[in-house]
């Protein structure tokens, strides 16, 4: 194969390359899928756009489920703006959830609709799903109830297992490093009309997802990655170490690194080791109850969304701690788990 030579992929064999291989076609197929992913993922100049909307084009070809809901997705009611977050996972450093913390931090803010995928645990000790039911949020069991709690609470979570039917079992626990499908997929599986997204990557190359999420994605994003010195990489946005944001304004893309300095206590901010440890901590943190890092970090993220909504960082930034110390993020929790068990009742 070329790819293994070092040579790159068009889009049409990409997608000729991975389809058979999703459907196992033949013996060895998941060796073959290894094999293809990491040939994509190591050869000189990285993975390029195309090659990655040739490995998409064959999910949503072996997953025809996926690509219908994808093609048509729910669009929430009653809110001025609907903003996404996810992360690729596979950081080398750990950290505890910040992403569902940062979610439900935003979803304070009014008029904006906040979605949160969840997933469970592949490379970390708990995955957003897992937190989630640990804090007393059930995750929808259909399409319509994740609509109608969307629309009662503002708050949009779902497993990725819910959209991704065929294909989320025929990956499932594959992979515990960064693929080239670590730069779309998270963001991909989305089943609902997005205004704007921020996307985290343990990898400095937030170019390449910015450029996908440009052509296919929302109209506004930002892609974070922070360099944490010899501890790696993480796949948020910090106030600490080097920080790499590309944000994405239609077809504009623009990256910004800058260097904050590295604190001396980021080994609080490392993730707890059970999932009822990881929702305490969350909890923690939404009430302001948490090391100063570790809601500065959570600030950053919240803000970020906020950002794309139109809002100054700075003022974004200032809105999101207010709704850490007033107590609204305890208690737009407590909301949101309320609605959720009256759901499943």
Request: proline residues 6%; charged residues 15%.
């Amino acid at each position: 194969m070329r790819v293994q030579a070092g040579g790159h992929l068009t889009r049409t064999e990409a997608r000729d390359a991975f389809l058979p291989i999703l459907a196992g076609d033949y013996t060895g197929a998941d060796v073959a899928w290894g094999a293809l992913l990491a040939g994509v993922h190591t050869h000189a100049g990285g993975p390029q756009p195309d090659e990655v909307l040739g490995l998409i084009d064959a999910i949503l070809s072996y997953d025809p489920a996926l690509a219908r809901q994808l093609s048509t997705p729910i669009q929430l009611a009653n809110v001025d703006q609907v903003v996404a977050i996810t992360g690729s996972g596979k950081e080398t450093f750990k950290t505890f959830n910040v992403s569902t913390a940062a979610a439900l931090v935003a979803a304070c803010h009014p008029g904006v609709a906040v979605v949160k995928p969840a997933g469970r645990a592949t490379s970390a000790n708990t995955g957003a799903a897992e937190v989630l039911e640990h804090l007393g949020i059930r995750l929808p069991r259909s399409f319509d109830e994740m609509a109608e709690h969307a629309d009662r609470t503002g708050f949009c979570v779902f497993d990725y297992h819910l959209v991704a039917q065929s294909y989320g079992p025929r990956y499932e626990g594959r992979f515990h490093h960064l693929h080239p499908l670590s730069h779309v997929t998270p963001w991909l599986f989305v089943p609902v009309a997005l205004d704007a997204l921020v996307f985290g990557i343990a990898e400095p190359n937030t170019a390449l997802a910015a450029s996908i999420i440009s052509m296919i994605g929302p109209a506004r994003a930002a892609v974070a990655c922070t360099q944490v010195g010899a501890l790696g990489n993480i796949d948020e946005h910090a106030p600490f170490g080097i920080t790499h944001v590309t944000t994405v304004n239609g077809p504009d893309t623009e990256t910004a690194v800058t260097d904050h300095g590295l604190p001396d206590d980021l080994a609080r901010l490392r993730q707890p080791p059970s999932p009822t440890a990881a929702a305490t901590f969350v909890e923690a943190v939404l009430a302001d109850d948490a090391p100063e890092l570790a809601v500065d970090l959570v600030v950053a993220n919240a803000a970020l969304m906020l950002s794309l909504t139109g809002m100054a960082m700075a003022d974004a930034e200032t809105a999101c701690r207010e709704y850490i110390a007033s107590g609204d993020a305890t208690h737009r929790l407590n909301d949101i788990r309320h609605a959720s068990m009256e759901a499943h009742a």
